[in-house]
């Protein structure tokens, strides 16, 4: 991930849950896998629904582990980044 001033930090996911092709949930690490790290981790369950008509919704709930969490990973360029992120799948689902 790239913060908005350019800074640069790694991160993964650790997969706590999947029911394919409608459901993914994961904890969202900053870091390497075996290294630990300062910043705050958040969980994520994005569900995925269409309807009889084809409309497709997905939803995505993010937990942080508290408000001051929640603030700093905002101010790093969390919701640009979901932002980003977003768009990104948009462009995979109209292509597929």
Known sequence: MTAPDGEAFS???????VDAPHMLAFVDCFGEPE??????ATSTRVTITQDGAGTTQMV??????SHEAL????AM???EGLGSAVEQSF????GA
């Open 11 to 17: 991160g993964w996911w650790r997969i706590t849950e």
């Open 35 to 40: 290294s630990e790290s300062d910043l705050p």
């Open 77 to 79: 360029g969390m919701v």
């Open 60 to 65: 995505l709930v993010g937990t942080s582990p």
């Open 71 to 74: 603030e700093q990973l905002m």
């Open 91 to 94: 462009a995979l689902l109209d």
